[in-house]
Every structure is written in structure tokens, then in C-alpha cells.
């Protein structure tokens, strides 16, 4: 079957050449990066490109708009906060712990929404995130107002001291990359592959007998683990976790990155994350109001590149003749 | 292998669509092994019968059993697993994946190969030499590469037949599954549902008539919801009352 066998060469999602060198370019220049920026601004840009890359599993593969990921980021940091503060748990166990909290409630969330469609959806995950918002307001272990502060970062494992800024940042970077690289894997795996079916014709893959219902879930509790991973290692990298993170302007925000940078594409996210960390730093010393700003990009993108930077850019590159035969 | 033995019945079927009787008290039994065409004119409520039957839609009254089960409560993921697998009027493929992935996909749950989200693409290429037999049994093999919207309308039925093949159901519903195909790929289709039908039971909706006459063991027909006429194409088509409801339609 000669037809299958150069398909195969061709269209398996095998990294090529061209990625591969500039996916060690990419990688080489974050190695390099705390060298010339602020490594808390990076760590900064690496937890929500995670946190981003996360989201993007949901609206670029399932094409679920959850419209309450705030409280997968948010929570997971108060969870990790305070296993490691109140408990004394091991920082990475910390972290693990708090995507592990972010999973089950990805469950709880997942399961009462997933059966909505659209806009119904996205209008369930906010009502949900808003209300486990409002509990950590009441809940004695977040502190209300003031949140859970000096979070000691640690040794990790009991052996890397992470008050070393330089320590810190390589193992962010390595959970980043770990993150990354897990949403690649499930795009790219045979159950990306049934996530992919569903989203281009649902109805044809339950009449070939799929239960889509649970496979929609499955990403959703991975979308979910996967943003807490992001949130639980914020909270040890800026040593708090606060409300901020899980009510609703943060789901907002984890939107307009995934949009700018390009929803469904791998890197875009992380793109539109470092561009939207860049900018809030930028403009925090001057006086233009940040959230004008957020929202005219937000109206642009719409308006403008729906595709998002990286997605215009990936068409621009692929654009050709179409026909039927 | 043609039996007497019902694999698929109904039982006064009818559904409503907020007052209006799309579908009135069908009673309807396919006999294992046999070809059986569901016909009638533009409007009849074919359609309806095929989604109630699959549970794409509930019915508002009426039973169904399949292989002696009781199939009216299930989810339509359930009863495609339990063996009665349709496909669409309007082509049901998967536009962007190539035709290669389309058939796999549904290859992949009965080979347990669809919740591993940790495994690589390639793990699927298991799968390969099975979906290109069943792409080359629809004639599509010179475009297995292909993303399926750049297929013609008639070779994306070749394909949707294909991709219900690979679930090797004991029993299909084809819903027009010549439409928009032309002559030769029609008599090819014919073979292969001949072909498949050898070991399993096809319950077919399909106006071209003479396709009916040669392939069909039975024939039921199907006029404004109601079940007008039932039994061999030839007793079918010598009844008045069918005659009478194909007037007007004759067009088709
Ligand atoms: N979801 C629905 N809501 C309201 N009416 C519907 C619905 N589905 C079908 N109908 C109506 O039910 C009747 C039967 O439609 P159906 O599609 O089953 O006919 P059909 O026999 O398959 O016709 P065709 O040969 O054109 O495919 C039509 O009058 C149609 O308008
Ligand atoms: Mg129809």
C-alpha cells in the first residue's frame, strides 16, 4: 500500500527538522534568558503561558470556551500554599498536590457542565468558578482578603534550594516545559485523535459509537490539572496565593492570551502570554490604565486576527490551491 | 443466510415535532441477513425513522428491540455499541482529517486504541492495513492522503460507508447512501453492500428505485409517516396505494 506508507511520512505529527532547531533555539534562549531579564518576570511569563497552554487544550482541541479556569489556577495556588506553609510539604509535592486538587474540581466542574453547549457552557464555569471564589472568600484556610502570604519556597526534594532566584527559575522552566509537552503529547495521541473527530463532526462520532460526553471530561480534567500545575507553581514562585487568582478577570485573562497568541495552535498561548505579562509590567509604571489596554487589544484581535498572531501567521505559511476531486 | 428470525423491530413508533406527526405509528421488523429498503416520497419521515431508531431522536411513543433487547431508553453511543450503526444522509465524514484518519478513528474503540492520551500518533499505525483495505474496498485508495473536504460529494459517502464498515456492525442503516454519486460508482456501492450484507443486515433508505428492485430482499414504504405498503419489491410496487403516493414526486 504505497499511498499509506507516504502518508505516513508525511503527516504524522513527527517534530521536523525546521521545529525541532527552533524548538532548541526556543529553549536554549529561556536557559539563557534569567541572564538578561528579571527572573521573576520571566517565572511570571512561563506560570500563565502553562496556565494559557492549558486552557488552549480545551477551546483549540475540544472547543469547550471554559469561562472558569480562574478557579483551577487560583485554587491549585492556595491548595500548594498551604500544604507547603500549614503542612511542610516538599515544594514540588506541594505543587503536585495542588494540580491534584485542581483535577478533582475539574471533575466536579467538568462533570455538571460538559453536557452545555456553548455559550451555556462557558455561563456554567463562570456561575461555578464565582462560587468557589466566593468560598475561598468565607473559608478560614485562604484568609480572606489577605490570602495566604510568605509561602517558603523551600528546598526542592530536600536538595535544590529554591530561595536561589536562578534555582527557581530552571525548575519553573522545567515545569513548564513538562506542561508543554504533556498538551502536545494528548493533542497528539490516539485520544487527541477522538477529540479531534469530535470537534469536526460530534454527531458522526457518536453514531460510530463514542461517548463524547466522557472524552470531553477527560480533556477537561486534564485542562484543569494542567492549570493547577501552572497555579500551584506561582504560589511558590511569588510565595502567596491570593483572590486575585480565581476570580473571573483571571479566566478573562487566560482568554485574551490564548486568543492574541492564537487559540489552537500549540505555541500561541505561550506567545500571547509573554506578550500580555510584557505589556501589564511595562504599563505598571506608567499611569495608562492596564485594563483599557487589555480590552481594546481584546476588540482587535476579535475584529482584526481571529487566528490570533501565531495562527495568521501559520496560514499565511500554508495557504494553498484549494479543489475537490 | 436470509432468515425469518426479526434482528431490528419497532413497535408503534410515532414522533411529534411540537404537534406536527412526523412520524405515526410505524411498526417495523428487519429480518437478519436481508437487505431491507425503507422508501417512499420527499417528506415521508424516513429520516425520522432512521434517527429514532438509532436514538438520535426519542420517540414520543413506541418501542424498539434489537437482538432481542429493548433498545428504547439507550443513548445513541450505546446502541451503535451494541452493534447498529447508521450513517447520515447529509455526508458525515470528518472534513479535516485526511480519509486514512477518518477511517481510523472509527477503528480505533473496538481496538481499544481511542483513551491513551499518552501514547504517540504513531501508536495508531496499527490500525493502517486495516483502514486501507476498507479504503480500497470503496475504491478510495488514491486518496487515503487526502483531508476529506477535498473529496468529491459522492467519493465522502464512499468514505462514510468505509469508516461505518471498520465498526463491522451486525446490522447498518444507510440513509441514502447513493445520493449525489454517479452511475458507475453507484453499481459499485451496490456490490459492496451485496458484499457486506453477506454477513449482516442492511436496513437502506434509497429512491433510486432499480437499485432497490436488484438489491433488496424486502421493501418497506413509507408515505406522510405511515407505513402504506410492506413486502417484496414486487408486491410493493404492484400496490396501488404506492403508485398513488409516488404521484407528484415522480420527478425524483
Ligand atoms: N427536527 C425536526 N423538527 C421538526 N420537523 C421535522 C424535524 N425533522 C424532520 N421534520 C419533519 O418531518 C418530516 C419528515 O422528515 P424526514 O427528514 O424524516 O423525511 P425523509 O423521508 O427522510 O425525506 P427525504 O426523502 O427528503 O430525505 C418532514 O416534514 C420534516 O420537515
Ligand atoms: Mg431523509
Redesign the interface.
Known sequence: MAVGTQYLAEQQPKLSTTSLVLGAIAIAALIAAPFFFYPVFLMSILCFALFACAFNLLIGYVGLLSFGHAAFFGGAAYYTAHAVKVWGLEPLTGILFGAAGAAAMGLIIGFIAIRRQGIYFAMITLALSQMFAFICLQVPFTHGEDGIQGVPRGHLLGIIDLNQPLSMYYVTLAIFLFGVFAVWRIVNSPFGNILKAIRENERRAVSLGYRVDRYKLGAFVMSAALAGLAGGTKAIVFQFATLTDVQWQMSGEVILMTLLGGIGTMIGPIVGAGLVIALQNYLASSQFPVTVLIGIIFVICVLLFRRGIVGEILELMKRKPKGNV | MVSTQPILSATGLTMEFRGFVAVKDVTLSVNEGTIHALIGPNGAGKTTVFNLL?K?LTPTRGQISFRGNDITGL???EV??LGL????QIS???????V??NV???L??PKN?????????????VL??R??ELIDAVNL??????TA????YG?KRALEIA?TLA?DPAMLLLDEPMAGMGHEDIGRIADLIRRVAKNRTVLMVEHNLNVVADLCDRVTVLARGEILSDGSYATVSADPRVREAYMGTEHE
Open positions: 438509532t438520535f443513548k445513541p453511543a451503535a455499541r450503526v447508521r450513517s447520515f458525515a465524514v470528518f472534513p479535516h482529517l485526511t486514512l484518519d481510523r478513528v472509527a480505533q474503540r486504541l481511542a483513551t491513551q492520551f499518552w501514547l504517540p500518533f504513531s501508536s495508531l499505525s493502517d492495513d483502514a486501507l485508495s488514491a486518496y487515503a492522503h487526502l473536504s477535498e473529496l468529491s467519493r469508516t465498526l
